[in-house]
């Protein structure tokens, strides 16, 4: 069952089995607020178990360019398009959000991988020593630590 992100009482709905489901909730409001100010979109997110499909989607991506299987449970993912950007995110119980963005018809295509660490988690033993991550203030999510990579193949 879908569920629309609320960015105006953020809720912990979908996320209750994380030690981080207040932080992983900010930053899932975070994200929502992002595509409703930009592009006037509706962030919904469905359960991981009805979502196989995007899961494999991004599992694939992970494993053929960086090598990165994550042992954290997929809780929550998000998948839809706006303007020509496919975008597509997994939320996982850890605390951790990772990101697709993969540009269509576009003469210079923007494909890359994002992550981004709620308030309070420690880098993903899968990600340690590979990314430096940034950090970025947020009202809704805390401190939020980030970092990307640019897919190369076609996905």
Same mark, same amino acid.
């Given at each position: 069952?879908?569920? =629309? =992100?609320? #960015?105006?009482?953020?809720?912990?709905?979908?996320?209750?089995?994380?030690?981080?489901?207040?932080?992983?909730?900010?930053?899932?409001?975070?994200?929502?607020?992002?595509?409703?100010?930009?592009?006037?979109?509706?962030?919904?997110? =469905?359960?991981?178990? /009805?979502?196989?499909? +995007?899961?494999?989607?991004?599992?694939?991506?992970?494993?053929?360019?960086?090598? %990165?299987? #994550?042992?954290?449970?997929?809780? /929550? +993912?998000?998948? #839809?398009?706006?303007?020509?950007?496919?975008?597509?995110?997994?939320?996982?119980?850890?605390?951790?959000?990772?990101?697709?963005?993969?540009?269509?018809?576009?003469?210079?295509?923007?494909?890359?991988?994002?992550?981004?660490?709620? /308030?309070?988690?420690?880098?993903?033993?899968?990600?340690?020593?590979?990314?430096?991550?940034?950090?970025?203030?947020?009202?809704?999510?805390? +401190? %939020?630590?980030?970092?990307?990579?640019? %897919?190369?193949?076609?996905?």
């Amino acid at each position: 069952m879908s569920y =629309v =992100v609320d #960015f105006k009482n953020v809720s912990t709905a979908g996320l209750e089995s994380s030690p981080a489901a207040e932080a992983l909730a900010g930053l899932r409001a975070h994200e929502a607020r992002y595509f409703m100010n930009k592009y006037k979109h509706e962030f919904t997110v =469905v359960p991981a178990s /009805e979502s196989q499909e +995007t899961l494999d989607y991004v599992n694939r991506i992970l494993k053929e360019e960086r090598d %990165i299987e #994550f042992a954290a449970k997929p809780l /929550e +993912t998000s998948r #839809f398009q706006v303007e020509n950007i496919n975008w597509t995110y997994v939320f996982y119980e850890d605390g951790l959000s990772v990101n697709v963005l993969y540009t269509v018809d576009d003469p210079k295509p923007k494909r890359a991988v994002g992550f981004k660490l709620s /308030e309070g988690m420690e880098v993903p033993k899968e990600l340690e020593g590979k990314f430096k991550f940034a950090r970025q203030k947020s009202k809704l999510a805390g +401190t %939020i630590r980030g970092s990307y990579f640019v %897919i190369k193949g076609e996905y």
